[in-house]
C-alpha cells in the first residue's frame, strides 16, 4: 500500500503561482509513475501532469504546457507541482496520483492511489 498526501492549495489572484506537494510513503519504491489530476466543480477529473518515478519523464496536458512544472524528490517521496501564471480556470481541487504500472500517464484508472485533494482557487 502506498499513501499520498497532497497540500500546498490556497487563493491566488490570476497571475501567481502555488506550489503543490505530494508525499508518499509505504511501498514507494513499487511505484512507476506520479500524477497530478484536477476536477473543478460539475466536471470530469482530468489529467495535469505526471512524472516517471524513477527516470523523470515528464507529461503534460496541453492546457497547463509552458506554465506548470512536475518535479520529484525521491530522497524525500514527494511529488511537486509549480503552477505560475494561474488563471482562474485553474480553479480546481488538485489530486495528487501514484501508479504501480506503465499504463497512459492521461488515464485515472492508470492510477492505484489517490491523495485526499487539494483545493485551488484563482481569483480574476
Excluded: H
Excluded at 503543490?20 to 506520479?34: D, P
Aim: aromatic content about 12%.
Amino acid at each position: 500500500q502506498v499513501q499520498l498526501v497532497d497540500s500546498g492549495g490556497g487563493l491566488v489572484q490570476a497571475g501567481g503561482s502555488l506550489r503543490l506537494s505530494c508525499a508518499a510513503s509505504g511501498r514507494t519504491l513499487s511505484l512507476y509513475r506520479m500524477g497530478w489530476f484536477r476536477q473543478a466543480p460539475g466536471k470530469e477529473r482530468e489529467f495535469v501532469a505526471a512524472i516517471t518515478w524513477s527516470g523523470g519523464s515528464t507529461d503534460y496536458a496541453d492546457s497547463v504546457k509552458g506554465r506548470f512544472t512536475i518535479s520529484r524528490d525521491n530522497a524525500k517521496n514527494t511529488v511537486y507541482l509549480q503552477m505560475n501564471s494561474l488563471n482562474p480556470e485553474d480553479t480546481a481541487v488538485y489530486y495528487c496520483a501514484a501508479a504501480r504500472f506503465a499504463g497512459g500517464a492521461y488515464y485515472t484508472p492508470s492510477y492505484d492511489f489517490w491523495g485526499q485533494g487539494t483545493q485551488v482557487t484563482v481569483s480574476s
